[in-house]
């Protein structure tokens, strides 16, 4: 069985309901873990590479949770796939740039992800929709435990499990929640909201994790700590910060429809029009647009969609997936154009927003104080979207 | 210009960076800082500084330590102290020993604490609790025999002997405290 025939199809994936999932988009818990006496990947030849895959890799296949599972060596990977995996989460960007020695390991579900010879022997990861941190950990020490009766992992009694990066040392565990957070970006409370979570020792990041951009509203918080506390602190503060965000984000929501109804319309209005009717559309505007549309959705201004459809265009219009699609390497120029197709005709058919009811209630809008901060944020935004090209 | 580095070619790349309030510069050729990574965003300067010895102006604090300590070489994967100061890498497991002097503080500076409290594999918790009950046992033997209870002390005795016949010798970076 090839990759292709054995990937689950993004629309069932984004059909899988979870816990929050209207801001909570998934939650996942990753665990490093090397073997002892041996150098890492980093330090490691690549016949010793090659020897710690041949150790590891058969023990990873034959877990309860791998039952039926799909593993293959980086080598044979194809650069397009490498990049359609890291485009699922599946593997990470660095596992994707490895060759010799590196293999990745997914459940039938692709709920579980093990990779061999990234930057630790072994980096295994649970993903799960919506806020399931508690279950993604749970599953991930299920996997764990099985591992160490079967290699021998490195551990010391003082420092924990111990990693090629120090700031992994301890439990090697990250913790993160992927949250959709359009209301805090438009109401320009997103730089608060950071400050305050990094208080906490969380870090917040874009999409793709460490060093990328926060594209389509979308965040990612992190444990930063892996020394010091038990992984059930940890989880559990980051599921408390989580579960309080989601609160701010519900709260900034309410409060835009009602201080400015207008501005929340006319970017929902904008993003449908335009994802509905371009011809030349960059994978940020896109995702950015597509955010908007998600707001809208939650907000029920489009009764009549399949409210997954978004999230499923927010991974099919990647580059990776796109030129999967279309059977062959493309040019960012005609991917743009490609995407933009893509777009129309998936959203072919989709009514109008219905905001009308809603915004019948304008007129007697308080003229309180607020509304001057408000009438700022409603410029910029417009601004923002205007000049996105 | 010579390069700072090889002492060879013409330098060609010239870095220049504020490091505890002054200025460093150095200045090399195009391979030598290929090879020192200096492409790579946010790669402090003293890093190059401490693996060139005293070519520099001054020598800092750093530079100090750097003759006694940069020897330091895992013997498992041959991973050096100026490796691990350059890449922030550790090599091994070993290495964690090796570098045992600049882990504490660079731990400590990264976490909540330098002591491990969560999850340890089964075979650890188990050498563990049975460490800490043949403590527990030991303490009550000396409290027997200060109390002159020898038939208590003897059977004591003996279970202490039993237990640690089935305790697995602990390894021995795992037995700090």
């Known amino acids: 069985m090839n990759l292709h025939e054995f990937l689950t199809p993004i629309q069932d994936i984004c059909r899988r309901p979870g816990p929050f999932d209207r801001i909570v988009l998934t939650s996942r818990v990753r665990l490093a873990r090397n073997l002892k006496d041996t150098p890492f990947p980093g330090r490691a030849t690549k016949q010793q590479r090659d020897e710690h895959l041949q150790i590891i890799k058969p023990v990873v296949e034959s877990l309860t949770s791998m039952k039926k599972g799909f593993s293959q060596e980086l080598n044979d990977l194809a650069d397009l796939d490498r990049q359609l995996l890291v485009e699922r989460h599946l593997i990470s960007r660095e596992l994707a740039k490895k060759k010799q020695g590196a293999a990745f390991v997914l459940s039938k579900d692709e709920t579980c992800s093990i990779m061999i010879n990234e930057e630790d022997h072994l980096r295994m990861q649970v993903i799960l929709p919506g806020l399931q941190v508690k279950e993604a950990w749970k599953a991930v020490d299920k996997i764990d435990t099985q591992l160490e009766n079967k290699l021998p992992i490195a551990f010391s009694g003082r420092y924990g499990f111990l990693t090629a990066c120090p700031t992994n040392t301890g439990t090697g565990m990250r913790v993160s929640a992927m949250l959709h957070l359009p209301g805090l970006v438009i109401a320009e409370h997103m730089q608060q909201t950071i400050t305050a979570v990094n208080k906490l020792g969380l870090a917040v990041r874009g999409l793709y994790g460490e060093g990328t951009e926060a594209l389509g509203n979308v965040f990612q918080i992190s444990n930063q700590m892996t020394l010091g506390e038990t992984e059930f602190d940890i989880i559990e503060r980051l599921n408390k910060v989580v579960v309080q965000i989601i609160e701010n984000e519900e709260n900034a929501r309410a409060k835009l429809l009602e201080s400015n109804p207008e501005m929340v319309f006319n970017n929902i209005g904008r993003a449908y029009g335009i994802l509905t009717n371009a011809h030349v559309i960059s994978s940020k505007e896109a995702k950015n647009l597509l955010s908007l549309l998600r707001l809208g959705l939650d907000l029920g201004y489009f009764p009549e969609m399949d409210p997954e459809v978004v999230d499923e265009l927010f991974i099919v219009t990647e580059p990776a997936h796109i030129q999967h699609r279309e059977c062959k390497k493309m040019s960012p120029e005609e991917r743009d154009i490609m995407r933009a197709t893509q777009l129309r005709e998936r959203l072919e058919g989709m009514q109008r927003p219905s905001m009308q009811v809603i915004a019948a209630k304008n007129d007697d809008r308080p003229d309180t104080g607020e509304s001057d901060s408000s009438e700022d944020t409603q410029s910029d935004a417009q601004d923002g979207s205007g000049q996105e090209t | ?177």
């Not at chain 2, 020598?59 to 102290?81: A, H, M, W």
């Not at chain 2, 660079?106 to 918790?125: D, E, N, V, W, Y």
């Not at chain 2, 303490?139 to 109390?147: G, M, V």
């Open chain 2, 1 to 177: 210009m010579i390069c700072n580095v090889c002492q060879n070619n013409e330098a060609t790349v010239h870095l220049t960076q504020m490091l505890e309030g002054e200025i460093k510069k150095i200045d090399m050729c195009e391979s030598c800082a290929q090879k020192q990574g200096v492409d790579e965003p946010g790669m402090p300067l003293i890093d190059l500084l401490v693996g060139l010895g005293p070519s520099s102006s001054e020598t800092s604090e750093e530079d100090e330590t750097t003759p006694s300590t940069k020897r330091l070489v895992c013997q498992v994967c041959g991973n050096s102290l100026a490796d691990f100061k350059k890449t922030g890498r550790l090599g091994c497991s070993h290495c964690y020993e090796v570098f045992a002097n600049q882990m504490d503080p660079m731990l400590r500076s990264m976490h909540k604490g330098i002591k491990h409290t969560g999850k340890a594999p089964k075979h650890f918790k188990d050498d563990r609790a049975t460490r800490d009950q043949l403590e527990k046992l030991e303490k009550k033997l000396q409290k027997a025999i200060t109390e002159e209870r020898y038939e208590d002390a003897a059977v004591l005795r003996d279970s202490i002997k039993q237990l640690s016949e089935q305790a697995t010798p602990a390894d021995e970076p795992s037995a700090h405290p």
